[in-house]
């Protein structure tokens, strides 16, 4: 497995990508599997906000986890600022209830303009050039948007 | 509903003692606990029972009724012309028919009204039956289903597991399952009994105590497990709800559990390797439930009646855990402890117990025979004054008409000149009064016909008969009123 860091959001409240995992699949390229399963659940579930036995319930039919396990992703995605939490007063006294600070095709957005903007600053013109080459364009118009492209990176460097 | 109705539905012996009982045995006991140091603390929670217990034995020696009956007596003045129709009824001859004169008659009516107490009685014991066994017939699952409790897989807080599995041996019971609910608030309670048992953790405790802290609060609910608290927990909140409408059972039960949480700190403390730990779980969980906002009332009480200890507790007289000083002193003074029950010990708290409810049941029948005797008092002025203006220890029922005279002088108004003899039949034999003249002749009245005179009634002993002559004629037995 290769993992890439990333840089670490400084900004207040932002959501903070720590890693990038080349071999993780969809959400898990930026977050470890249990994150990714807490977030995908979260993003699932119909009621919002949600508390950790909620998810731990509904995690528990599919995958054995527990409760203080779940418990802590959460904590984790709280302190990354991917969820948001808050205490709420109800029958079983005081307790967290959580919701996520980003829809998820902001989230995916988001992420992949971390991910692509570290890229860029590191390797500039091969991005570009990578990019291109995955289009199903001629070579002629390859070329065109391989000289327009690095013209404009070079531009915002 | 006038004052009359209010003391009437309160005067009722199944309400009237239930109330009376509790209240006088609460005050025994609470004497009793607070002048005998020694008394222990088991002792002194199954002592704060005994008033709870007297209620349900008075509702099931006098059953509550869910009607009063009430009589009312009317005496009506009717001016008739002549008896001249019951006068063959009379066994003596010869008959003379009687001018016309003024028949008193005493109508009897009697109504049913609903007894309030008598309902309120029959609630609690259903309340309390239908508690009580919902309660033992539960699920422990159902239970913590409602709490939202969550069991600890195996591999999640291991050493908490080890620890209580280790203790649960010490105390020779059955270790129990492990649970957590997600309330920020320091708390520990236990759920089920015996092998259903299930001890649970807040989060909020599981932050803010250490280890040994957390091993301390886990003894105090093992012990809660040990010393059978579910059972003891469900019999005094099941005789309570008997008597919801007395606000001392209130008080007594959770004194009860007060002293039960007392004594599951002693053992708690016994089990453990580092004593204080136990104290400085309680001070940091006081300390830090003094910042977060409360449940309310009706919350506290529904989620309290599923489990059998909660740190969390209610404040003031009736809270079911006792202020935090006197757990700390009750746990850090050796001497307390060291006070082992002794055999003679036992025997003078027993017979002091017993001297205190004697005293209580002395208390109440004369309280009873003091209403009793207004009662009695009240009927008699009500049926006898219009008649008499005189009483001297009588009374009569009235039964479909006929009257009952039972010894004693009564005075009546009377307007003949002739002096009089008079018959009474005793009234199961018949409904007549027989009056006779000196003159030699007799005249026959029914019951409604009321002799004109001033008489004195003389039982006959051995006989059936009652006589009532002048007083002149015949003194008053002495044995009379």
Known sequence: ????????????????????????????????????????????????????????????????????????????????????????????????????????????????????????????????????DETSLNEEERSALKEQLNKNISKKK | MGFEGILNQIFQPYFYYSVIFLVVSFACVKILTQSCGFIGQRTKSLLYLIPLVFPIAVMLAVFPSTGIQTTYQQIKAVTVASTAGVMSSFPFGPF?????????????????????????????????????????????RIARKVLHVILLSPKEHQWLQTKVVESSRKLTIAAPKIGVVEDLRPNAFTIGYGRKATIVFSIGLLNILNKDEIAAVASHELAHVKNHDFFFKVISNALTTVSFFNPLAYISCSTAQREREMLADERAVELLEKPSALADALAKICKAIQNLPKESVLVNFSSNLLVTSSVLHRVGILSTHPRLDTRLRNISTPKARSIRWSRRNTHIALLLSLLLILSAIAVSLAMVDLQLNFTADFKATQHLNPFTGKIKGMDYQMASGNATFFPGVFTVPFNGTQPVHVLVYNPDLTASIGISHEMGYNVAFNTQGIPFGEFIVVPQQDSSWVQMREPASLPAPAWIG
């Open chain 2, 96 to 140: 003379l028919p009687l001018p016309p004169h003024t028949v008193y008659t005493l109508t009897t009516t009697t109504n049913t009204v609903v007894s309030v107490t008598g309902i309120m009685c029959y609630i609690g014991l259903i309340a309390g039956g239908l508690f009580a066994l919902s309660m033992v017939l539960a699920d422990d």
């Open chain 1, 1 to 132: 497995m290769i993992v890439m860091r990333l840089h670490a959001m400084t900004e207040d409240k932002k959501p903070e990508f720590s890693q990038y995992n080349i071999d993780g699949k969809a959400l898990e390229a930026f977050l470890g599997p249990l994150e990714a399963n807490v977030m995908e659940s979260i993003w699932a579930s119909r009621k919002t906000p949600v508390t950790v036995r909620e998810i731990f319930e509904a995690l528990k039919k599919t995958r054995g986890l527990a409760y203080t396990t779940v418990m802590s992703t959460m904590d984790r995605l709280f302190e990354k600022h991917l969820l948001d939490r808050k205490i709420e007063k109800g029958r079983g006294g005081l307790y967290y209830v959580y919701w996520p600070s980003l829809e998820k095709q902001s989230f995916q957005k988001s992420a992949v303009r971390e991910v692509l903007s570290s890229l860029i600053d590191n390797f500039g013109d091969v991005v570009a050039n990578c990019l291109v």
